[in-house]
């Protein structure tokens, strides 16, 4: 097939130079939403005259039947054009002659590829949006069940001071909270129509490009045509979205790696979200996990990569712009697949809450509560510090810990111990009296969960799910 461009040259494209400039290869996914673009023009066009009904008529559903032709598999994606925009394009005049040469009428594939990216983008932000939700249930839904599983809290991989499952997991849901935050953000700002901004100076054709953006569900149109189609911020942001989602997926990922490794067995990972080892029978790897951790990687990479293509890009548009699209499209199903198989993992991961509770019973969590103990009964809290430094040190030595030792014993290091400090540093008091708000506390917590819920039901529906014409 001849290309869109054809008339101002005299010579044809080395077969090299078309390979290298084509897109058509990855940017056929953006089938649907150029469709979609070219409904919506179309329509637009015959509503200001431009084209008359017959036309459009005739355009539409040729465009439909292209899109139909296309889903069933009766009309294949032919890789001898150059991109996506010239496919559809050079079928429709295939299939109805004159009218269809006129659907690109004060549009240029400038502004035609901004407008299908963001459309494209729009729908993955959506989707990436409805992931989280589905993982902030799940996470919300264990910490509801395990208010009571203990478990040590660590600093600096040591263990600190002892927590609950409901308060861990609470962590990660205020981070893909976050996220999620972050998206609707994203979402308000880029959902603008680029559509109009012709090559990159508008058009002289009398467009009305608040009916093309009402059409394609937009907020409104963009305000500066060269900007229109030299603007891949939203992209940008986008996948900085991606990458700090996978950044926590990625902590996520190590910690239950750590959890059902032998040393700790904290958790078990079902069968079927775990593999084995080919030469070492007892092994059961939390590969899942560390690909989750891998692949963070990649959508960093995405990120950098697009970052630096347009670093130094004149205004407006720019060949180099098409490197977009492979990155980022990579970057958007890793990080789909990563929220997928990420919640099936930890839906099905069993607990071992009474290996989680020794854990925290085990080496001396409980020794800022002792020192808060002494505080209590008078001692100023450098001094307590002190004395329980000694104290640790004495049960080192012993190989016991603070709450195995008798009262006699604790007296000989300071004469202020009581009975009473047996409850005073058990692990149920050291959790339960902790009630700040964002605390491992009970009550604490079951505020947190309230916040979560409330959130999960108020929180706003992104995209109408389906789109006109
Ligand atoms: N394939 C191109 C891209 O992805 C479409 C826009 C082409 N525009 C142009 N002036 N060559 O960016």
Redesign the pocket.
């Known amino acids: 097939m001849a290309q869109l461009w054809g008339g101002r040259f005299t010579k044809a494209t080395d077969k090299k130079v078309f390979a290298f400039n084509a ?1 058509l290869r990855f ?1 056929q996914r953006l089938f649907p939403q150029d469709i979609q673009g070219s409904l919506a023009h179309a329509a637009m066009l015959a509503k200001q005259g431009i084209l008359t009904e017959e036309e459009k008529e005739k355009i539409c559903k040729g465009l439909e039947s292209i899109r139909e032709d296309v889903f069933a598999g009766k009309l294949s994606i032919d890789m001898a054009q ?2 996506v ?1 010239s496919f559809v394009e050079a079928v429709l005049i295939d299939r109805i002659g004159e009218a269809g040469k006129k659907l690109h009428t004060g549009r ?3 502004d ?2 901004a407008l299908d990216m963001r459309l494209y983008t729009r729908e993955r932000v959506e989707e990436i949006y409805d992931l989280l939700k589905e993982l902030l249930e799940t996470l919300l839904h264990t910490m509801e069940e395990n208010l009571d599983t203990y478990m040590p809290g660590f600093t600096h991989l040591q263990k600190a001071q002892p927590v609950t499952l409901a308060h861990h997991y609470g962590a990660y849901f205020e981070m893909f909270r976050r996220d999620r935050e972050q998206l609707t953000d994203i979402y308000h700002r880029m959902n603008l129509c680029p559509l109009g901004a012709g ?1 990159l100076a508008g058009t002289t054709y009398p467009l009305d490009r608040e009916y093309v953006a009402r059409l394609l569900h937009f907020d409104g149109v963009t305000r500066n045509s060269m900007d229109s189609v030299a603007d891949r911020d939203y992209l940008i942001e986008f996948l900085a979205a991606l990458s700090v989602i996978m950044m926590h997926l990625s902590r996520f990922s190590e910690e239950i790696i750590l959890w059902n490794s032998n040393e700790y067995q904290f958790v078990e990972l079902d069968d079927a979200y775990s593999t084995g080892s080919s030469i070492m029978p007892q092994k059961k790897n939390p590969d899942i996990a560390e690909l989750v951790r891998g692949k963070t990687g990649r959508v960093y990479g995405a990120l950098m990569s697009l970052l630096t293509t347009m670093k130094g890009l004149p205004l407006a ?1 720019n ?1 180099d ?2 490197e977009d ?1 492979e990155v980022a499209f990579d970057a958007m199903d890793t990080v789909a697949d990563c929220l997928n198989l990420f919640d099936g993992m930890l839906r099905t991961m069993k607990f071992r809450k009474e290996r989680m509770a020794d854990s925290a019973r085990n080496g001396f969590t409980n020794a800022t509560d002792a020192a808060d103990y002494l505080v209590g009964k008078g001692v100023p809290f450098r001094d307590a510090h002190g004395i329980i430094g000694r104290l640790v040190l004495y049960c080192i030595e012993k190989n016991t810990s603070i709450e195995a030792l008798s009262l006699e014993e604790l007296k000989g290091i300071c004469d202020k111990f009581e009975e009473d400090v047996y409850e005073a540093v058990s692990l149920k008091t050291c959790v339960e009296k902790r009630l700040t708000a964002g605390a491992p506390g009970r009550k604490a917590q079951e505020e947190a969960i309230r916040q979560g819920r409330e959130y999960l039901a108020g929180s706003e529906v992104l995209g109408r799910k389906e789109c006109a014409p």
């Open positions: 897109s940017d150059e991109d925009h240029s594939r400038n035609q590829v090559a548009y060949k712009m098409q699209k």
